[in-house]
T-cell receptor, first 111, second 113 residues
Framework: DGGITQSPKYLFRKEGQNVTLSCEQN?????MYWYRQDPGQGLRLIYY???????QKGDIAEGYSVSREKKESFPLTVTSAQKNPTAFYLC??????????FGSGTRLTVV | GENVEQHPSTLSVQEGDSAVIKCTYS??????FPWYKQELGKRPQLIID?????GEKKDQRIAVTLNKTAKHFSLHITETQPEDSAVYFC????????????FGTGTRLQVTL
């Protein structure tokens, strides 16, 4: 996975349920990002973190929450407040201005 | 914030022809412009990038050009091959420590035999 591990690969959520997507990296990168990908809409930024214990909202943060307690980990929780969570979720890390390295993604489906 | 527009949304070319994908950005402070290739069901992969102090960059069959005055940049793929078929995303950022990327909506390139 090129140093970034996302799990699970597929996740099913019931109505009203919170679910957590995992993102772990061993690249020693400071910055980590969560993007949502929907067909025809590109990648939209949910949350990002430049340093441990600090994170900022992206363009579509409503209904999501994150934590950054360790440099290696940046989990994303999809809460019941997110009414349309079915999408492909991508975690990425960045180092300075060298662009991103992406994880392999988690496909979340509401059942 | 930054806004990136990408055209066309779909592009079909014959093998061996060239393909051009264009993007425009809104924030004149942006100075880093990467391109990603995403194959079906896979993660995006960085294929080439350019910074604002450079007008053109080439890597074998792919090249990127940047016009800072007009705030647009383009991806050029020459001698296209079937394995070039994928979705391509452009992106922009100002490249500082908070260098979050804003992505275009993607171009689905189909290379036909």
């Amino acid at each position: 996975d090129g140093g970034i591990t996302q799990s699970p690969k597929y996740l099913f959520r019931k109505e009203g349920q919170n679910v957590t997507l995992s993102c772990e990296q061993n690249l020693n990168h400071d910055a980590m990002y969560w993007y949502r990908q929907d067909p025809g809409q590109g990648l939209r930024l949910i949350y990002y973190s430049q340093i441990v214990n600090d994170f900022q909202k992206g363009d579509i943060a409503e209904g999501y929450s994150v934590s950054r307690e360790k440099k290696e980990s940046f989990p994303l929780t999809v809460t019941s407040a997110q009414k349309n969570p079915t999408a492909f979720y991508l975690c990425a890390t960045g180092y300075g201005v060298r662009g991103y390295t992406f994880g392999s993604g988690t496909r979340l489906t509401v059942v | 914030g930054e806004n990136v527009e990408q055209h066309p949304s779909t592009l079909s070319v014959q093998e061996g022809d060239s393909a051009v994908i264009k993007c425009t950005y809104s924030d004149s402070a942006s100075n880093y412009f990467p391109w990603y290739k995403q194959e079906l069901g896979k993660r995006p992969q960085l294929i080439i990038d350019i910074r604002s102090n450079v007008g053109e960059k080439k890597d074998q069959r792919i090249a990127v050009t940047l016009n800072k005055t007009a705030k647009h940049f383009s991806l050029h793929i020459t001698e296209t091959q079937p394995e070039d078929s994928a979705v391509y995303f452009c992106a922009a950022s100002w490249g500082g420590t908070a260098s979050k990327l804003t992505f275009g909506t993607g171009t689905r390139l189909q290379v036909t035999l």
